[in-house]
């Protein structure tokens, strides 16, 4: 028994095993923290280092977030790389560090991503300019500005939106294509470059647009600014052109040189006209050779073209024209129906007019229409053998006819519908005068809104009809009145129910 006892005892004494050693596990940190874009927050790191009693693993990776080693020793750094995040929500994972017994976590965390993504990110505007917008979609609030100094482009401000900006662009004249370039940002840092381009606008211009050289000759000398291939063609054979003109489609300023021949006459003018394959974009160039006679003023752009095309006249500066021998001699002028024709001031300088055939002045905003010079003119209407007189003056908003001695036809006025179809236009009153005018005959509709009608200056008038709604007073001399009373002249007014007509001295 003691032997046993001894041998326990010293067991006890000697035979222990020692205790083993506490496990050890510490990281560096216990949070990475990374942006959006997988990069390190400022003052921050992606690598963790290890301190260990023995070897560790690590458990917990995620296909957005990989640790460089999964496994080691003591002292080791594991590097962690972070994919983009392109949700807009931030993300964590957790890895988990296991020595032994003991466990130690590490959370990784991300920034949520940012989203600006405009709609367009190039922009095609016509040369005329005009109004576009923006459209943003962003995980913050937006901004925006231009990369450099733009003043063809404004902003339009409009009530808050985070979704649209609202610009106007003006019509560009450099007759260059231009651009520019806008820079959106948002609260989250992100940036987007949006490019504005414009096309350029086409160009023709020339610098003094008219001459007068001597009988003696001379040279002309015309600077043409353009960015397009363009024709310079003189309209007569006494001006040459010495230089012919450069084509291109860039902006090219150049001078082109004309010879003007000796005259024998002692005045003539002629024209140099500038073309290219786009219609809406000519120029011309007036030469007036010798001592410039007396102009005759057609100030409607529309008429004056018409005959200067016709040949009947020729353009001295501006408004200011001659007639030539065609015009002279005409005794009708070129189609004028519905030209858009608001005044035929300079009618009354063809002497020898005496019709206004083929088919009169009507559907032109004309008011007042002043024949007094031309005192040839004796077609102004027609008779249709189903529907007797027919106008040649009308329909037309007329206001004021002037027809001085003109020797028309019977003596006879036919007007029906004193208004404008296209653009509208109406009269509210009628003056006509002339001292061979004898027969008025007036028939207005719906459209019509002639309230009076002027004779007083109508010596030989006999008789007057009318047939309108609205016109209801008619104005007259005191002679007038009692050739009226004693029946010399007659007055049919055919309004119906029952005649209104309250006939005025004036």
Same mark, same amino acid.
């Given at each position: 028994?003691?032997?046993?006892?001894?041998?326990?005892?010293?067991?006890?004494?000697?035979?222990?095993?020692?205790?083993?050693?506490?496990?050890?596990?510490?990281?560096?940190?216990?949070?990475?923290?990374?942006?959006?874009?997988?990069?390190?927050?400022?003052? #921050?790191? $992606?690598?963790?280092?290890?301190?260990?009693?023995?070897?560790?693993?690590?458990?917990?990776?995620?296909?957005?977030?990989?640790?460089?080693?999964?496994?080691?020793?003591?002292?080791?750094?594991?590097?962690?790389?972070?994919?983009?995040?392109?949700?807009?929500?931030?993300?964590?994972?957790?890895?988990?560090?296991?020595?032994?017994?003991?466990?130690?976590?590490? +959370?990784?965390?991300?920034?949520?991503?940012?989203?600006?993504?405009?709609?367009?990110?190039?922009?095609?505007?016509?040369?005329?300019?005009?109004?576009?917008?923006?459209?943003?979609?962003?995980?913050?609030?937006?901004?925006?500005?231009?990369?450099?100094?733009?003043?063809?482009?404004?902003?339009?401000?409009?009530?808050?939106?985070?979704?649209?900006?609202?610009?106007?662009?003006?019509?560009?004249?450099?007759?260059?294509?231009?651009?520019?370039?806008?820079?959106?940002? $948002?609260?989250? #840092?992100?940036?987007?470059?949006?490019?504005?381009?414009?096309?350029?606008?086409?160009?023709?211009?020339?610098? /003094?647009?008219?001459? $007068? =050289?001597?009988?003696? #000759?001379?040279?002309?000398?015309?600077?043409?600014?353009?960015?397009?291939?363009?024709?310079?063609?003189?309209?007569?054979?006494?001006?040459?052109?010495?230089?012919?003109?450069?084509?291109?489609?860039?902006?090219?300023?150049? /001078?082109?040189?004309?010879?003007?021949?000796?005259?024998?006459?002692?005045?003539?003018?002629?024209?140099?006209?500038?073309?290219?394959?786009?219609?809406?974009?000519?120029?011309?160039?007036?030469?007036?050779?010798?001592?410039?006679?007396?102009?005759?003023?057609?100030?409607?752009?529309?008429?004056?073209?018409?005959?200067?095309?016709?040949?009947?006249?020729?353009?001295?500066?501006?408004?200011?024209?001659?007639? +030539?021998?065609?015009?002279?001699?005409?005794?009708?002028?070129?189609?004028?129906?519905?030209?858009?024709?608001?005044?035929?001031?300079?009618?009354?300088?063809?002497?020898?007019?005496?019709?206004?055939?083929?088919?009169?002045?009507?559907?032109?905003?004309?008011?007042?229409?002043?024949?007094?010079?031309?005192?040839?003119?004796?077609?102004?209407?027609?008779?249709? !053998?189903?529907?007797?007189?027919?106008?040649?003056?009308?329909?037309?908003?007329?206001?004021?006819?002037?027809?001085?001695?003109?020797?028309?036809?019977?003596?006879?006025? !036919?007007?029906?519908?004193?208004?404008?179809?296209?653009?509208?236009?109406?009269?509210?009153?009628?003056?006509?005068?002339?001292?061979?005018?004898?027969?008025?005959?007036?028939?207005?509709?719906?459209?019509?809104?002639?309230?009076?009608?002027?004779? @007083?200056?109508?010596?030989? =008038?006999?008789?007057?009809?009318?047939?309108?709604?609205?016109?209801? @007073?008619?104005? !007259?001399?005191?002679?007038?009145?009692?050739?009226?009373?004693?029946?010399?002249?007659?007055?049919?007014?055919?309004?119906?129910?029952?005649?209104?007509?309250?006939?005025?001295?004036?």
């Amino acid at each position: 028994m003691f032997v046993a006892a001894a041998f326990a005892g010293c067991g006890d004494d000697n035979g222990a095993e020692t205790p083993a050693p506490a496990e050890r596990l510490a990281l560096s940190a216990e949070t990475l923290a990374f942006d959006a874009d997988g990069g390190v927050l400022s003052g #921050g790191t $992606n690598e963790v280092s290890v301190a260990s009693s023995g070897p560790w693993r690590l458990s917990g990776r995620q296909e957005w977030c990989v640790p460089s080693v999964d496994k080691g020793g003591d002292g080791e750094t594991v590097a962690f790389a972070v994919e983009p995040n392109t949700d807009l929500d931030a993300r964590e994972v957790r890895f988990t560090f296991m020595c032994g017994g003991e466990e130690r976590r590490l +959370t990784v965390t991300q920034e949520g991503g940012s989203l600006l993504d405009p709609d367009q990110t190039d922009y095609s505007l016509p040369a005329e300019g005009g109004e576009f917008r923006l459209r943003i979609e962003s995980s913050g609030e937006t901004s925006c500005r231009f990369l450099e100094p733009v003043d063809w482009i404004h902003r339009v401000e409009t009530r808050a939106s985070l979704s649209f900006f609202y610009f106007t662009a003006d019509a560009n004249t450099t007759g260059r294509p231009r651009d520019a370039r806008l820079v959106v940002t $948002n609260t989250d #840092g992100d940036e987007r470059t949006v490019t504005v381009r414009q096309e350029r606008n086409l160009l023709l211009e020339v610098g /003094e647009t008219s001459f $007068n =050289i001597p009988v003696e #000759g001379g040279e002309v000398r015309v600077n043409v600014r353009s960015n397009l291939p363009f024709r310079a063609a003189p309209t007569v054979d006494w001006i040459v052109l010495q230089t012919p003109p450069s084509s291109s489609e860039e902006l090219l300023e150049q /001078e082109l040189v004309f010879k003007v021949e000796a005259a024998e006459v002692p005045f003539r003018s002629g024209f140099v006209r500038f073309t290219t394959d786009e219609e809406s974009l000519s120029a011309e160039v007036s030469v007036v050779q010798g001592e410039r006679p007396k102009g005759i003023e057609f100030p409607d752009d529309t008429f004056r073209q018409i005959l200067v095309d016709a040949g009947y006249i020729t353009v001295l500066d501006g408004t200011e024209c001659i007639l +030539t021998e065609t015009g002279e001699a005409a005794t009708q002028l070129p189609d004028l129906y519905r030209k858009g024709i608001a005044s035929l001031k300079g009618i009354e300088a063809f002497a020898n007019l005496t019709t206004l055939e083929p088919n009169g002045i009507g559907e032109n905003p004309i008011r007042e229409l002043d024949l007094s010079g031309n005192a040839k003119l004796t077609t102004i209407g027609w008779q249709s !053998v189903l529907g007797g007189w027919r106008s040649y003056l009308t329909p037309a908003p007329l206001e004021v006819l002037k027809l001085c001695d003109a020797p028309v036809e019977e003596g006879r006025v !036919v007007l029906s519908s004193l208004y404008c179809s296209s653009p509208y236009e109406t009269s509210e009153s009628l003056t006509v005068s002339g001292t061979a005018v004898r027969i008025i005959e007036i028939t207005l509709g719906s459209y019509d809104k002639v309230q009076w009608l002027d004779i @007083t200056g109508c010596p030989a =008038i006999q008789s007057v009809t009318l047939n309108s709604y609205y016109l209801k @007073t008619l104005y !007259v001399t005191a002679g007038q009145k009692s050739a009226i009373d004693a029946q010399r002249i007659v007055i049919n007014d055919q309004n119906y129910p029952t005649s209104q007509l309250e006939i005025k001295v004036r």
